[in-house]
């Protein structure tokens, strides 16, 4: 099976000084929900549009990825077929500076595993990047 990793954001400085911020660990949580839930009812457009405040990408760059995301999550629906939820995983930290969320976007034969990493800069914490793909053996890894 093809992997998809569908968006991996990782670009340091460009557009960060206009990034929204989030304070605390509960509003990163509660924002991740709220995109989560998006995804999970398979609203990708307003996911995006509720991440794309908070990314340290350019909006034309972000929006470009956001209709290559949409495109790749409808040539896999056929293949795992729609979304029907989702289901908070777990939260990992690597110092006092990053934190990721994990997650699943379900659908009706296949859990997708999406991940969002903060960064805490001076003015709080930022959406550095997120990632998804088909791969949900990798939530595995280390176990």
Known sequence: MRTLVLLAIAILGQGFAYADTLQ??????AFADRVMAKVGSGDLAAAFALMKPYTI?????????TLASKAQRDQVGA??????GYEYIRKSTAGESLLKFTYIEKTERHALPWMFYFYHSPKGWVLNSFVWNDRMVDLFVGS
């Open 24 to 29: 605390t660990e509960s509003e990163m949580r």
């Open 57 to 65: 990408v350019p909006a034309a760059e972000f929006d470009a990825m």
């Open 79 to 84: 293949r795992f077929g729609p979304a029907v």
